[in-house]
């Protein structure tokens, strides 16, 4: 059972999520937050799966307890999808940066929000894969990287490197091991390698860390 937390101010936004993901098998909303501190408060005490959580709220904003949830070890289970009203929106990136799994518009597609859901709890994809990556692009090349991100990628191996690029260029596993023709157990274990070796939490954060480090530029999306 993957258990979703839904965290926004709109009461109406919230019934409508629960009222999408309750009516599939095997998902339950488990409980509801009207902003960012009770959020966390409930995250803490119910350590759900998933946290659906909106960008802007009051009393703590969404990126404020993203990153709170993010940076406790004991919550490293918990995955946070960021909810917002615009595509292109800067906090989004900042979200990613501190360890979101991803991000949804708020008028997603039903269909898409469950693929979305299920995809993050299991840890093998990344969320709205070309508008992330635009996404991303967009704002990693108006900031310098810092030079952790530069510094980091001395601690993998040519291989993991490669992968790692691969991954910021929004391939899966199973693409990478047909590029480099290999099984696709052997793509996942050098991503996993990747993502300990730079201290990633999911592959949306090694997407984040490709870009920051210049293994991918803006340039190369398709």
């Not at 508008?131 to 191996?157: D, K, M």
Request: aromatic letters at 4%; proline letters at 5%; glycine letters at 6%.
């Amino acid at each position: 059972m993957i258990r979703v937390l839904l965290a926004d101010d709109q009461v109406l936004v919230r019934a409508g999520f629960r009222a999408l993901l309750d009516a599939q098998p095997g998902i339950e909303v488990t409980a509801e937050a009207a902003d960012g501190a009770e959020a966390l408060r409930l995250v803490r005490a119910q350590r759900p799966d998933l946290v659906l959580m909106d960008i802007r709220m009051p009393v703590l904003d969404g990126l404020a307890a993203t990153r709170a949830v993010t940076a406790d070890p004991e919550l490293a289970a918990v995955r946070v999808v960021m909810l917002t009203t615009f595509e292109l929106d800067e906090y989004v990136f900042e979200a990613l940066r501190s360890g979101a799994s991803g991000f949804l518009v708020k008028d997603t597609e039903p269909d898409e929000l469950l693929r979305a859901v299920r995809a993050v709890v299991a840890g093998d994809a990344l969320l709205s894969p070309g508008v992330t990556r635009r996404l991303i692009a967009e704002f990693a090349a108006r900031s310098r990287p810092p030079a952790s991100a530069t510094a980091a990628l001395a601690r993998l191996t040519g291989r993991e490197r490669e992968v790692t690029t691969l991954v910021g260029m929004g391939l899966s596993n199973e693409e990478i091991a047909r590029r480099l023709v290999v099984s696709p157990l052997t793509a996942k274990t050098h991503v996993s390698r990747a993502m300990i070796k730079l201290g990633a939490r999911d592959r949306a954060q090694l997407v984040v860390l490709a870009y920051e480090s210049g293994l991918v530029r803006p340039g190369w999306l398709g």
